[in-house]
């Protein structure tokens, strides 16, 4: 390039330059921030995944939300009945700083595993606004207060001891439900007999055959040796807890060959199918039933557990933290009313923790149960976390879950001890 070519670009580029400046640089367009959304949502946490179960839970979603229209709910889940998974997903979110706004926790000692006095409100100013001192029985008032305090709502009252039969199966084979062990074996070498599975089970959760057990030392040592071992009245070296291992062994010789590939209700469709006889479960199962649309059942209490109730409790808590505190509240609040628990209990399986709700909304086992409730002994469930720390009913179902394939009743009897004194029980 010439020298008076380079003149002319450079002169060019100093207008140029100018111009901008007289005229200033163009202005930034302008972003519309968006208006931030007003959050107004409601977490709640439980493993109610199974028929009865789920159908419970949305009975109260609907109350809620008629209530708080604006409130958008999540429901969130973790499957494995009696919370086996569960139970540590949410013990990381509360430690984690990242609790939902209301979780479900079973009455009883099992609180103790989520620190309350740290990571939970206490409730009691809530039970006085709302009266539920006055509406709870005093029994389960006191399973539910910890270090003096009210910590959450009971929604329910679940029965652990319940032997579900086919009433067709029995009919069929004129069978009587057994009162006694003794029974139990006869009745099963007749189901035997006819290539009818005699137990129905699943173990695959782990917990199951815990629950089972729970029920089968409740009928070998009675309401009041049972209550002891968990209070350090009975000594779990004590011969009837060997006698109680025995009954277990025997029944389970019994049981359907793949229980360690079923959930508990898995292991249910043996039943309503009529190729199995009776299953030991809880009664969330009549709520299973009743989701299934099967009514061909009949209930009893399993062996030597007549007039003994195995009692549990689903509660529901508020952490500290709650995102949503307030709509929490308003949760606790239906799921401790009257129309809440008589929208939520026929549906679920279990009868209302409150004493004034409508006896004729209930079907015949559940109007069964409540009879029982108030006349029968009550001991407080171990795989439901009523009767123990959590570390101590864990140890137990663990041990427990062992013995179905070890067989081994001194060892798992010696090992039954060393977990109550592992727990820090009181352990003769
Ligand atoms: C229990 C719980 C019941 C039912 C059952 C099976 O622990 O209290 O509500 O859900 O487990 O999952």
Redesign the pocket.
Known sequence: MKGTTWLKVITLALVIAGLFFLVGCPPAPVVEEPAPEVENKFEFF???T?GG?AEGLEALYVIYRAANPGVEIINTTVA????VDAKAVLATRLIGGDPPDSF?L?AGLAIEKYAPEEYLEPLDDLYGAWGLEKVFPPDLLTLLKYQGHYWSVPV?I?RSNVLWYNKQVFADNNLQPPKTFDEFFAVADALKAKGIVPLVMGTKDG?EAGHVFENVLAGTLGADGYRGLWTGKTSWTDPKVAEALENFKKMLTYVNTDHAALT?DGAGEYLIEGKGGMMIM?D?TDGWFTAKGFDGYGWAPPPGTDGIFVA???TFALPRGAKNRDNAVLWLEVAGSKAGQEAFNPL?G?IPARTDTDRTLFNAYLQSAMDDWTRDAIVP?V???AAAFERWATEFKDIVALFVTSGDVAGTQAALQQACVNAGGTCP
């Open positions: 439980s493993w109610w199974a179960e494995g009945g009696a919370g479900q079973h329910n679940h917990w508990w809880g969330w549990l409790s689903d679920k279990s469930s795989m439901h976390g």
